[in-house]
C-alpha cells in the first residue's frame, strides 16, 4: 500500500518535468494569468467527481486549518515563486526555491512514526548537487542587490514543504478537497492578475494546447496526485525523488530541440538518480526481505 502510494506520488513528479516545455508552448501569457487559468483546469476533475457523486461533497466541510493549509501551499508558492523571479535572476532564484526537496525530507523527522536516516539526507544533498549542475549552468552570481527576490524564494522553498509536511498530518482528509484548493487559488490569482498585470491571450491553437495541458496535468493533476502520495506513501523517497523533476524536464526540452546533451547533464543524471536510489533503501530492503 505504502509503495503503491509512492508511485502514485512520483507521477506527480513526472508531470511537472513538463512545466517548463508546456509553459514556454503557452506563448507570453502573464503568470498570475496563467495561474487562473490553469488551476481553473485543474479543478474540472474534481467539479465532474462532485457533480456525479454529489454525497463526495462532504468531504468540503473541513476545518479552517486545512484550508488555510492547502491554499496557503498551493496559491502561497505561486505567488512567492512568481515574486522571487521578478525580483532575481531566474538561475539563483529557482535554486533557492529547489530547496524544497530537501526541506521535506528533513523536516519529516518531525512527523509521527518517520524516522531520518543518514541516506535520506546524503540522498538529498545529492539532489540538490545535481540540480545545481543544471540551472548553474553558466555558474552563480549571488548579488545583494537582488536580496528580495532570493528571500522570497526561499520562503517559496519552506512554502511547498511545510505544506507537504502538513498534508501528511491530515492523512485523513480525502484528496477531493484539493479541487477546492485549485478553485481558491484561481481566484487569487485572477486577482493578483487584475491587480498587477496586463491581459495577453494565446494566438494559435497550439498555444492554446499547451494552456490546457498545463491545467490539466502539471497545475492540475500532479497536485491530486501528490496530496495523496505524501498522505499514504513515502515521503522521504519522495522527497528526495522531487530532484528528477529538473532533470527530466531538462531531458524533455533536450528532446524536442531546446538544448543538447551534455558531460554536465550526465553527472547531473547520476547525482540524482542515486540520491534517489540511496534514499529508498529502506524501501527496497523491504521489498526484498519480503521476497526471500
Known amino acids: 500500500m505504502k509503495t503503491k502510494a509512492t508511485l502514485i506520488g512520483f507521477t506527480a513528479i513526472l508531470m511537472w518535468s513538463f512545466l517548463a516545455l508546456m509553459t514556454a508552448a503557452s506563448g507570453t501569457m502573464p503568470p498570475f494569468q496563467l495561474s487562473a487559468i490553469t488551476f481553473a483546469i ?14 463526495r461533497l462532504k468531504e468540503l466541510r473541513q476545518p479552517p486549518k486545512v484550508w488555510l493549509a492547502g491554499i496557503g501551499g498551493l496559491f502561497g508558492y505561486h505567488f512567492l515563486y512568481f515574486t522571487a523571479l521578478r525580483n ?3 538561475v539563483e532564484a529557482g535554486l533557492i526555491a529547489y530547496l524544497w526537496p530537501l526541506l521535506i525530507v528533513v523536516g519529516s523527522a518531525l512527523l509521527p512514526g518517520e524516522r531520518l536516516g543518514w541516506h535520506h539526507i546524503v540522498g538529498a544533498l545529492c539532489g540538490l548537487a545535481g540540480t545545481a549542475l543544471i540551472v548553474g549552468k553558466n555558474g552563480f552570481a549571488f548579488d545583494p542587490a537582488y536580496s528580495l527576490g532570493y528571500f522570497t524564494a526561499l520562503l517559496c522553498a519552506f512554502t511547498w514543504a511545510a505544506y507537504s509536511l502538513i498534508s501528511r498530518k491530515f492523512e485523513k482528509v480525502s484528496t477531493d478537497v484539493v479541487t477546492g484548493f485549485c478553485l481558491a487559488t484561481s481566484a487569487l490569482s485572477l486577482l493578483c492578475h487584475l491587480a498587477l498585470e496586463t491581459t495577453v491571450w494565446p494566438d494559435t491553437t497550439a498555444q492554446w494546447a499547451a494552456v490546457i495541458g498545463l491545467g490539466l496535468l502539471p497545475v492540475g493533476l ?3 496526485v501528490w496530496d495523496y502520495g505524501v498522505k499514504n506513501g513515502d515521503i522521504q523517497i519522495l522527497g528526495v525523488s522531487s530532484y528528477a523533476a529538473p532533470l527530466l524536464s531538462t531531458l524533455i526540452l533536450i528532446i524536442f530541440g531546446f538544448g543538447e546533451i551534455s558531460v554536465r547533464i550526465g553527472l547531473s543524471c547520476l547525482l540524482i538518480t542515486g540520491g534517489a536510489v540511496l534514499a529508498a533503501r529502506d524501501m527496497v ?8
Not at 530492503?285 to 526471500?292: I, Q, V, Y
Open 42 to 55: 485543474g479543478s474540472l476533475p474534481g467539479i465532474l467527481l462532485f457533480i456525479a457523486r454529489p454525497e
Open 88 to 90: 532575481a535572476p531566474a
Open 222 to 224: 500532479a497536485f491530486y
Open 285 to 292: 530492503f523491504r521489498k526484498s526481505e519480503r521476497a526471500t
